[in-house]
């Protein structure tokens, strides 16, 4: 079965945006970001949540078409629809079913793009396997957390460390339930 693997971005207090979606505070380009790019290619399948789908429409994201034109999206949202959405963009319930269903037939690893509602839904019924944190030197102060509603603790392994220019990390955990 397919691992979820949640590849996110996060200043060092822990959020993944800060107030009003500001992502000014994020590294935007260097080797860090270039080495993300690249293992998005590893993944042929994506889910996110609503909110996280339609931050993208600020940078250009048409609703119904695909965020990342090589991987099959699964959105999942209560009321999100579209009218004639693109072959690889779904919208799905938010049950366990239905992630099953995404585990048993994605050929790769899952990519979950967030947010951090989302997020914390999945870590609460154990179905992150891995966390890449895209670790950025600075504090948001608030906005969006990594896990929202979160109400246990979790053990993380770290797997990998690696450091960048800007002072941008890639930290790799595996999720141990």
């Known amino acids: 079965m397919s691992k979820i693997v949640y590849y996110v971005a996060?200043?060092?207090?822990?959020?993944?945006?800060?107030?009003?979606e500001d992502i000014s505070g994020f590294v935007q380009a260097g080797s860090g970001v270039e080495q993300y790019l690249n293992d998005l290619s590893s993944f042929e399948t994506v889910i996110m949540g609503r909110r996280t789908y339609e931050f993208g429409y600020q940078y250009g994201l048409q609703p119904g078409q695909p965020a990342y034109l090589h991987m099959e999206h699964y959105i999942f949202s209560?009321?999100?629809?579209?009218?004639?959405?693109h072959p690889k963009v779904q919208t799905k319930a938010l049950r366990i079913e239905e992630i099953d269903e995404i585990r048993q037939?994605?050929?790769?690893?899952i990519y979950l793009c967030g947010g951090g509602i989302f997020a914390g839904w999945l870590l609460e019924h154990q179905q992150i396997?891995?966390?890449?944190?895209?670790?950025?030197?600075?504090?948001?102060?608030?906005?969006?957390?990594?896990?929202?509603?979160?109400?246990?603790?979790?053990?993380l392994h770290l797997l990998q460390n690696e450091l960048f220019d800007k002072g941008l990390q890639i930290l790799t955990y595996e999720v141990n339930y």
Do not use: M, W
């Open 129 to 155: 396997d891995v966390i890449k944190l895209k670790l950025n030197p600075f504090i948001a102060g608030q906005g969006i957390k990594l896990f929202e509603n979160t109400q246990k603790n979790y053990q």
């Open 10 to 20: 996060s200043s060092i207090d822990g959020y993944i945006s800060g107030l009003n």
């Open 78 to 85: 209560k009321s999100l629809t579209f009218d004639n959405p």
């Open 105 to 109: 037939h994605s050929r790769t690893d």
